[in-house]
């Protein structure tokens, strides 16, 4: 259903008074079936959700939200690329386009004076799925994406992946003699300070408790993480809250979200669900209570991520297309000191996806999806042309429902991207450590 808004209740208003003064009985509307869609949509990612794990907790009956996507809609897989790096796949979920092409190929990059620097959002060279929409004048809302530092001019609210690292504690803010004020993460700016106000506001979203900490049986080898591993929970929260405070203002005609916990706890507790712990090294391998408290945290972080997304989605209705993808799975494997969690082989190439919204069959699967067909998907459904150097295509879940030609144009990269000013940050240390730590650079 389409909101109610105050100008459509009034122009209802003047339709059915015409209709009674005429002596006719007012009947339901219609709509122009060739009429391009104008459903909203919502696009969430839960980076590194694996599906051999999510389809056992389904059948558990213990991800009732995606459950709930999968009856009323699509599920399979979606194929990722290699190298299976985060910041190379979201790019293309948000671009359609391949790295080469895309520009962003790492998590950093060597910069002039031979130090490491981030791949930051001047170095992606096409636009992206947020640009396009805006540009066709939709409202937009974009959290927590890759690569989204110094924030976009969207016509809408983009909340950078500096957000989160900047709210850790010893980064909130940069002060002192000479001290450079750091560069804005959120547009428009007088977003930024509600987003720091949400990221310090502890009020629970859900009735989980953090299943990260606490638990003297989880595995010994986590207090050498200190709080890079618990403090997840509160970061997904927050993102949550900042994408709904987005959502009941904005009422965005594109909403995309993007939340990290899953993938996190993943690299420490994967080695949980092994059995055959000799693959690890002594000091790794785990006792039967540390397994049993290792993999009831992460299964719980699952189900607590699924209760987040289940707020996100009951604000959109039958008329919005609502997407549900992660950028790869995980394997066994042994990372950088205590990591037991991997994704660099076959085994985490694929990653989730469901999907809901009008034409899509109920209790469908989704086949021979890719990262690179997200974009083209959600332009066709927004009733917008794909580009013709994407490397991706629509989806046949979504082909089925359009009714029409998929619309093309040469390429959407037609002009220059607009930014808030490039500076320091203020989270570059904190975002680099913590790629340190997960072994993602040297």
Same mark, same amino acid.
Request: charged share 20%.
């Given at each position: ?35 391009? *869609?104008?459903? *909203? ?9 694996? +599906? ?18 999968? *009856? ?14 985060? +910041? ?13 092409? /895309? ?23 096409? /636009? ?33 992946? /500096? ?20 560069? +804005? ?8 300070? *509600? ?30 993480? #200190? ?22 203002? &904005? ?7 993007? =939340? ?8 420490? &507790? ?38 987040? &997304?289940?707020? =996100? ?7 919005? =297309? ?36 009008? #034409? ?15 974009? +083209? ?34 390429? /959407? ?30």
């Amino acid at each position: 259903m389409f909101p109610l808004t105050p100008t459509r209740l009034v122009f209802a208003c003047l339709a059915l008074a015409c209709l009674v003064a005429c002596g006719e009985e007012p009947t339901a509307p219609t709509r122009d079936l060739a009429e391009p *869609r104008r459903g *909203r949509v919502l696009l969430v990612g839960l980076d590194g959700a694996a +599906p051999a794990l999510v389809d056992r907790l389904l059948a558990e009956a213990r991800l009732p939200h995606l459950a709930e996507l999968a *009856r009323r809609g699509a599920r399979g897989t979606i194929r990722s690329l290699t190298p299976i790096e985060s +910041p190379l796949v979201w790019n293309t979920i948000a671009t359609g386009k391949l790295p080469a092409d /895309h520009g962003i190929l790492g998590f950093a990059h060597p910069s002039a004076d031979g130090t490491r620097a981030l791949y930051l959002s001047t170095d992606r060279r096409v /636009h992206a799925l947020w640009n396009i929409a805006s540009d066709a004048g939709r409202r937009v809302g974009v959290v927590g994406f890759w690569n989204t530092y110094p924030p976009d001019l969207i016509n809408g609210v983009m909340a950078s992946d /500096h957000l989160i690292a900047r709210n850790v504690e010893g980064y909130r803010e940069m002060t002192g003699a000479g001290a450079v004020p750091p560069g +804005p993460v959120v547009h428009p700016a007088e977003w930024e300070a *509600r987003a720091n106000e949400i990221f310090r506001d502890a009020t629970p979203l859900t009735s989980f408790a953090n299943p990260l900490e606490g638990d003297p049986d989880l595995p010994g080898y986590l207090a050498l993480a #200190g709080d890079d591993l618990p403090r997840r929970f509160a970061e997904d929260a927050a993102l949550t809250k900042l994408a709904l405070a987005i959502e009941g203002e &904005l009422h965005p005609d594109l909403l995309m979200v993007l =939340l990290p916990g899953i993938d996190r706890a993943s690299h420490f &507790l994967w080695g949980s669900l092994i059995d055959d712990q000799s693959i690890y090294a002594e000091e790794l391998r785990l006792s039967p209570a540390e397994r049993q408290a290792g993999r009831r945290a992460l299964e719980t972080y699952y189900a607590y991520v699924d209760a987040l &997304l289940g707020l =996100l989605v009951a604000r959109y209705d039958d008329e919005d =297309l609502i997407l549900v993808v992660s950028d790869h799975g995980f394997e066994p494997g042994r990372g950088l000191g205590i990591l037991t969690g991997v994704h660099e082989g076959e085994a985490a190439l694929d990653g989730i996806a469901f999907a809901r919204g009008p #034409g899509i069959v109920p209790g469908s699967s989704i086949r021979d999806f890719s990262v690179a067909d997200v974009t +083209p998907t959600l332009l066709s459904f927004m009733g917008l042309p794909i580009g013709a150097d994407m490397a991706g295509r629509v989806a046949a879940f979504v082909e089925v429902a359009s009714g029409s030609a998929v619309a093309t144009v040469r390429t /959407h990269d037609t002009s220059a991207i607009a930014r808030m000013p490039l500076g320091a940050s203020g989270a570059e240390g904190e975002i680099i450590e913590q790629l340190e730590k997960l072994g993602y650079i040297e």
